[in-house]
């Protein structure tokens, strides 16, 4: 198929590829027009711009970072909506919120484009390998339209009509929250009381208490490593489209808002660029110095 | 082996016979006699007393409710430590205090009987099929020595010294319960949105936040199954000891006390024999009816 695409950060430059590799012809344009250099070297054609992205293209992804950027690049001057033929369908891969992004598909719609919410988990390792979670909220057909591109960077699934996705994503970061301040409170109470972290990690990972986050994040947080995989600043942005929908929907979500202000924490203390597993400093810095048992 | 076995509730009943199964010569004893018949007619020894189910005995089990049931057990009148020879190992699986577990140890080492905490996870269905996770502190030869029994339990592992059993028992009922509420904000959100239940569920339990808590109760909240397996007071009273623990050692644990809290709400609502997935239904009392997007 042709395919545009908009936006190659660390995410949106390994997902390209990835349609490349599956025999896609690709159209790519990125703020920094730099980024596009590598694609360009493996058979894409650089855009001047999000319309020139989205010429006679059938699919348009977009991978940017806020509703702002989503509706500039899609909606703004030169944006992909004045390029894209009629009928034409737009994947925006962002995470941002249920109603931003139902609103860019009913502006979209009066352009004749149908528009997708299709954000993703897996991380950088998922977008290099193909491998993403694609949560995807709109028109089953268009879905179906668009769905040998999205296959080309993982596994998409269409969970319901405009906004789902970014719902269902949603779900997920209260999830991944939540499992990370367990895997955070149990290490500090094993810590604290002198146990041996591996040992504990190794029994309860076994166990009903276990997830993803206990298997990948708790032996990085006993080894002190706090480097990125995803960044403390990239989860609050998610975590603050989770509290905002929650709260048009008149929906108490105390977890989720506890964990957001421990993040918070992190953030004042300057470690926002640290991976979310870093989570685990504000545990520490609640507790204090050990007082012994 | 020769071993002794107290308490014969849901969980002990289904230990004890695997025991007997695994080829052991088994005395049994439950403050309720008739739990004994079964097993006395499965070829274990009925005792009159823990002190009569302890005498002759390599490794006595015990497995009650809370710590001042267990030191009655062991320690009181016609307790166990009463009839047991110097150098029994016994192996409490109860789940009590670290503190308590300790003190336990230390008063019975006077008596000179060798004392592990040895609490479990993994419910009636992993008593029953013999695949409970132990968790053990003590002694490491007196591990080795109960090692066979407890292999006919499940899996056994030695965490650390005396409390260390409870310790990462504690741990594990964190992550638990943190997970837990995890999938009770997750699904509110998904059903406030008026997002599918199961396509949700389908599509997070695949990727970075999944746990067994998603996997195993998302799908009995989707379906309003609030019937135990686990029970609300049984996870408050482990909560409980938790939050003890944490206090004695100057340790807020503030994402597990929310929890702790928000199940009192489910016992003051007359919820305290549901299954802990039932902490769904606090959150939706939180929420209260939905006021719309």
Redesign the interface.
Known sequence: MNVGFIGLGIMGSRMARNILRAGHSLSVWNRTGSKCDPLVAAGAIRAASPREAAAGRDVVISIVTDSPDVEAVLLGPAGAVEGARPGTVFADMSTIA??AARSIGERLAARGIVFLDAPV???DVGAERGTL?I?VGGDAEAFEQARPVLSAMG?P?R??PA??GQ??K??????????L???C??????R?????GP??L???S?????????Q?LGPRILAGDFEPGFRIRDIQKDLAI?LD??R?????????A??AQ?FRSNEAHGEGDRGTQALFRSIER???P????
Do not use: F, H, K, Y
């Open positions: 249920p109603d988990s897996g991380g979670t949560m596994t699934t969970v319901g906004g789902a719902t269902v949603a779900c997920n970061q209260i999830l991944g929250a939540l499992n301040l367990g895997v409170e149990a290490v500090a109470l094993a604290r009381a002198g146990i041996d040992a504990m190794g029994v309860v076994r166990g009903a208490a276990t997830s993803w986050a206990l990948n989770v929908a929650a048009r929907l008149s929906l108490p979500l105390a977890g989720t506890l964990v421990l609640l507790a204090g050990a007082a012994g048992p």
